[in-house]
T-cell receptor, first 118, second 111 residues
Framework: GAGVSQSPRYKVAKRGQDVALRCDPISGHVSLFWYQQALGQGPEFLTYFQNEAQLDKSGLPSDRFFAERPEGSVSTLKIQRTQQEDSAVYLC????????????????FGEGSWLTVV | KQEVTQIPAALSVPEGENLVLNCSFTDSAIYNLQWFRQDPGKGLTSLLLIQSSQREQTSGRLNASLDKSSGRSTLYIAASQPGDSATYLCAVENYGQNFVFGPGTRLSVLP
């Protein structure tokens, strides 16, 4: 597609429910990032993939959060047993090359998946 | 751990004013600094990228400066317009290729 696509755009989950958020990066993009943005805050890094390899998951807040990118394209962020503090916008971003912007990349963000846990 | 702060948190100005948004970061060992714009319900759009070796970048009515040694960047918006209303986020890229974002400045430009 023309840009980074995320689905669902909006999700309301009951506390304790599992959710799965999908990211379709720009075709051919090697790098994929997930960020979490709480209301009124800046995005916070969750995890980074280079193709199918998850090279950095240091930002995942707990073992209830799991991300995968099995074929090096589409990625899924799964949150198990959701809690109210998980309510946030989950942003996906992709870039063509390995590495960050300093490596000559331009990073493209999706519009986010808005998760509300009630 | 890198921390990024932005001042002011919110700003409301009449159309036509020149603005300065401030960003500070605690660890000067950055690869680059980027300013993003975020509209309500939307993702992030990159405005300006300053590499660590650069001092400023300009794009149209926007000018961003970087003083790496003091851990500061400013985004200057000239002749503001209502269409400039959005949240402006500053982000630094450390080793590891992920961004550390500030909390943003919410800008309202009144017609």
């Amino acid at each position: 597609g023309a840009g980074v696509s995320q689905s669902p755009r909006y999700k309301v989950a009951k506390r304790g429910q599992d959710v799965a958020l999908r990211c379709d990066p720009i075709s051919g993009h090697v790098s994929l990032f997930w960020y979490q943005q709480a209301l009124g805050q800046g995005p916070e890094f969750l995890t980074y993939f280079q193709n199918e390899a998850q090279l950095d998951k240091s930002g995942l807040p707990s073992d209830r959060f799991f991300a995968e990118r099995p074929e090096g394209s589409v990625s899924t962020l799964k949150i198990q047993r959701t809690q109210q503090e998980d309510s946030a916008v989950y942003l996906c971003a992709s870039s063509l090359f390995r590495g960050g912007v300093s490596a000559g990349n331009t990073i493209y963000f999706g519009e986010g998946s808005w998760l509300t846990v009630v | 751990k890198q921390e990024v702060t932005q001042i002011p948190a919110a700003l409301s100005v009449p159309e036509g004013e020149n603005l300065v948004l401030n960003c500070s970061f605690t660890d000067s060992a950055i690869y680059n600094l980027q300013w993003f714009r975020q509209d309500p319900g939307k993702g992030l759009t990159s405005l300006l990228l300053i590499q660590s070796s650069q001092r400023e970048q300009t794009s149209g009515r926007l000018n961003a400066s970087l003083d790496k040694s003091s851990g500061r960047s400013t985004l200057y918006i000239a002749a503001s317009q209502p269409g400039d209303s959005a949240t402006y986020l500053c982000a630094v890229e450390n080793y590891g290729q992920n961004f550390v974002f500030g909390p943003g400045t919410r800008l309202s430009v009144l017609p």
